[in-house]
């Protein structure tokens, strides 16, 4: 199946054959100079230098959900190298969060420029004194990859992005109601003190398994894990519609996935029709793939349905992009995969982006000041960071090489899944956002455990999906590299039961 690249060089560790480079020089010809030409594990991970730090890190924070401590002076690339110098393949890019890689020469470029460096060093609070090269700044991002949608408003992170991407649908949606009439006393009175009318029943309508954040609006709208939400309150009288969960492999469940697109629409109908003399629904949230949730996948079928759904009600459709943006899926946005008749009303990012915020329509503008707002909104270093990614994306063609790195990962993938379908099933994704699931939670962080001993940083969601979130950046020879080491996991476990 895959040719066996790697010899052992000590415990735990593993390393690329000499021969593998010279034999393909042209195929595995990085995009990014200086790269190791493999993963290569030292110690055990977290090894006595993270370990060091970390506890020494714990006295003063939250070590809860830390792995080990990284060196990123020496990260490159693909490769996230630790303080103990193991060089792990990283398949996971800080929770999909790296577009083009570490390091990347051109990032380390972009605060060279004096003028950027001001920028970077005078933050201002942007809705109010913004410097003079923000609106060239904006119309910049704008032009470039905005969803087809007239607006932008930057914000600092995917859940505050999402919150107040809600708090424009429930503001257009009162706007709307009032026909362009002022506030009147009752409303301004009553807001205040949390009662109606000025804070009125409205509701967002979220899906089953989904993840928008962790800020406490954000949180009604999340149901993954219930660790997120736990001691927190909720909006209990927010409809919650069920995401389609499809049979796998899609080309012989067709008839059966058809039906689960048609009950799930079903639902939303209902729900939106229910609500509407109790708490209207002004907005559906929804990812176009469900990250956190378990990487659950829904048709163009679908998605095109929700939005005349959502046309039909004057619902605003409000797409989470914030782990599919920025070109995983081998387009700039997942929701471009779907041929939508109209673009969505809202469109939210981050992560990748590493600016946060959403593009939106004209009718979700806000009037007034001061109503979507916060100290920063956006900030000018990230801004000019992903203005040098779109470049290199561009230049580089880096959409296509996720559409190549993605078909080889997942013909791979799907070997592997043949030879071990004991452990493995249910193989889905576009470009490289691809995810796998094991056969139980445990045996998938087992995996997820022996990939990383052996070279590999990945990355879990669900209750049993591998999720893979490399860079644009990450190649073919790189997808071997992976496939091969993954090939060793899936043998030991399966020699082991």
């Known amino acids: 199946m895959f040719s066996k690249l790697f010899r052992p060089v000590a415990e735990n560790s593993y390393k690329i054959e000499n021969r593998f480079a010279s034999s393909q020089t042209a195929v595995l010809k990085s995009i990014i100079k200086n790269e190791p030409s493999g993963p290569s594990v030292k110690t055990d991970i977290p090894g006595p230098k ?31 190298v630790d303080v103990d110098d193991n060089i792990l393949l990283d398949t996971f890019t800080q929770i999909s969060t790296m577009p083009i890689g570490y390091n990347h ?9 004096q003028q950027n460096i001001k920028s970077l060093v005078n933050r201002p609070a942007l809705g109010v004194y913004p410097g003079m090269d923000w609106p060239k700044r904006m119309e910049n991002i704008l032009g470039q990859v905005s969803p087809k949608l007239p607006k932008i408003t930057p ?32 409303e301004k009175n009553s807001s205040v003190m949390n009662q109606r009318p000025g804070c009125p029943d409205l509701s967002i309508l979220s899906f089953k398994g989904a993840f928008h954040g962790r800020t406490v609006a954000t949180l009604s709208c999340t149901h993954s894990m219930y660790i997120h939400k736990l001691d927190i309150p909720s909006f209990s009288h ?56 378990g990487d659950n996948h829904a048709s163009p079928e679908f998605f095109r349905k929700l939005q005349e759904i959502c046309k039909k009600n004057d619902v605003a459709l409000i797409i989470d992009e914030v782990q599919t943006g920025c070109g995983p899926t081998g387009k700039f946005w997942c929701h471009e995969h779907f041929s939508l008749p109209h673009p969505p009303d809202i469109v939210t990012f981050s992560k990748k982006m590493q600016m946060a915020g959403f593009f939106h329509s004209d009718e979700m503008t806000v009037q007034q000041p001061s109503r979507i707002f916060n100290t920063w909104m956006g900030d000018p270093g990230k801004t000019i960071l992903l203005e040098t990614i779109i470049d290199v994306i561009k230049t580089q063609n ?100």
């Not at 051109?106 to 605060?111: D, I, P, R, S």
Request: glycine residues 8%.
């Open 155 to 186: 914000m600092m992170c995917g859940a505050c992005s999402n919150e107040n991407a809600m708090k424009s649908a429930f503001i257009a949606h009162k706007m709307r109601d009032r026909g362009g009439k002022e506030f009147t006393s009752e």
């Open 398 to 497: 880096l959409l296509d090489q996720v559409e190549r790195s993605g078909k080889r990962m997942y013909s791979g993938l799907q070997q592997l899944q043949n030879e071990f379908p004991e452990l493995l099933h249910s193989l889905r994704g576009r470009g490289t956002f691809i995810a796998i699931n094991a056969h139980g939670t445990n045996l998938r962080d087992a995996i997820i455990k022996n990939l990383k001993k052996n070279g590999v940083q990945s990355g879990g969601c669900g209750h049993e999906a591998i999720r893979h979130r490399p860079a644009l950046v990450f190649q073919e020879h790189h997808v071997d590299i992976y496939l091969d080491i993954l090939r060793k996991v899936l043998r030991d476990l399966s020699e082991s039961k």
């Open 105 to 113: 020469p051109a990032l380390l470029e972009v605060f060279k420029d």
């Open 50 to 80: 993270s370990i060091e730090l970390m506890d020494q890190l714990k006295k003063v924070y939250n070590l809860g959900a830390t792995q080990y401590i990284v060196n990123y002076e020496k990260s490159i690339g693909n490769y996230v």
């Open 238 to 293: 927010w409809p919650i519609a069920t995401y389609p969960l499809y049979k796998y492999p899609l080309e012989e469940n067709k008839r059966e996935n058809d039906e689960i697109d048609r009950k799930c629409l079903e639902e939303v109908e209902e729900l939106i029709d229910k609500n509407k003399k109790v708490c209207p629904v002004a907005g559906v949230i929804i990812e176009p793939i469900q990250s956190e949730g």
